[in-house]
């Protein structure tokens, strides 16, 4: 069956360092992969998109990799400050070309900076 | 400009009852969504509309779940006989028309059922 997992529930981080949360996924051919940021009470809002022919991407002390061999995206944060704390959900869309545009989202890291 | 809005924030409502939530897109977005979110997952799709027509309502977990949006903008989800389950946060989210990959999200509208 197709699942989407990210690699935990919580990530504590000190502030200054970076943060990496993975995502991984099993039974899907994605055309392209997104993170999106999530605070408590709010919906999630669109951070980065990588599609299926690119490696990395990056905005401005964001990075994500992705490996379609791994079947797996990376989502870096590098010099990590307590306003990035919040909820990180990566997301796929499964199909090629339109008609068929929905995303399935994986469960969400929760991820603490720790001054 | 402004963003997705969802109305009611939070709806409290008895089994049985029925209930409809309501999502305002972002002007001139084409493309509609609805998901649907509890406590500690991620949003699960339920339906997508490209203007007034469901492209894909896949997602819709029985006929108790039904949406409309008949003038390609204004979207009503709604749910007949409401059941504890159907409790969960019911997300809304726009985007500029189908192949715009950013999905743009409202805040959600909690709904508790008793």
């Known amino acids: 069956s197709q699942k989407i997992e990210q690699n935990s529930e919580a990530l504590n981080i000190q502030e200054g360092k970076t943060a990496t949360l993975t995502c991984n996924y099993t039974n899907y051919s994605p055309a392209y992969l997104q993170w999106y940021r999530q605070d408590p009470g709010r919906g999630p809002v669109f951070l980065l998109l990588i599609r299926e022919n690119e490696k990395e991407k990056r905005k401005e002390r964001l990075k994500v990799t992705f490996d379609t061999t791994l079947k797996q995206s990376l989502f870096h944060i590098t010099a990590s400050q307590p306003a990035d704390s919040a909820t990180y959900l990566c997301?796929?869309?499964?199909?090629?070309?339109?008609?068929?545009?929905?995303?399935?989202f994986g469960t969400g890291t929760r991820l603490t900076i720790i001054p | 400009g402004a963003g997705v809005s969802q109305t009611p924030s939070n709806k409290v409502t008895e089994k049985g009852k029925y209930v409809e939530l309501r999502c305002d897109p972002i002007s001139g977005h084409t493309a509609l969504y609805w998901y649907r979110q509890s406590l500690g997952q991620g949003p699960e799709f339920l339906i997508y509309f490209q203007g007034t027509g469901a492209a894909d309502d896949s997602g819709l977990p029985n006929d108790r779940f039904f949406a409309v949006r008949p003038e390609g903008s204004v979207s009503t989800l709604k749910i007949q006989r409401t059941e504890r389950g159907d409790s969960a946060v019911y997300l809304c989210a726009s985007s500029r028309d189908r192949g715009y990959n950013e999905q743009f999200f409202g805040p959600g509208t909690r709904l508790t059922v008793l």
């Open positions: 997301a796929l869309k499964a199909l090629r070309g339109f008609g068929n545009e929905k995303l399935t």
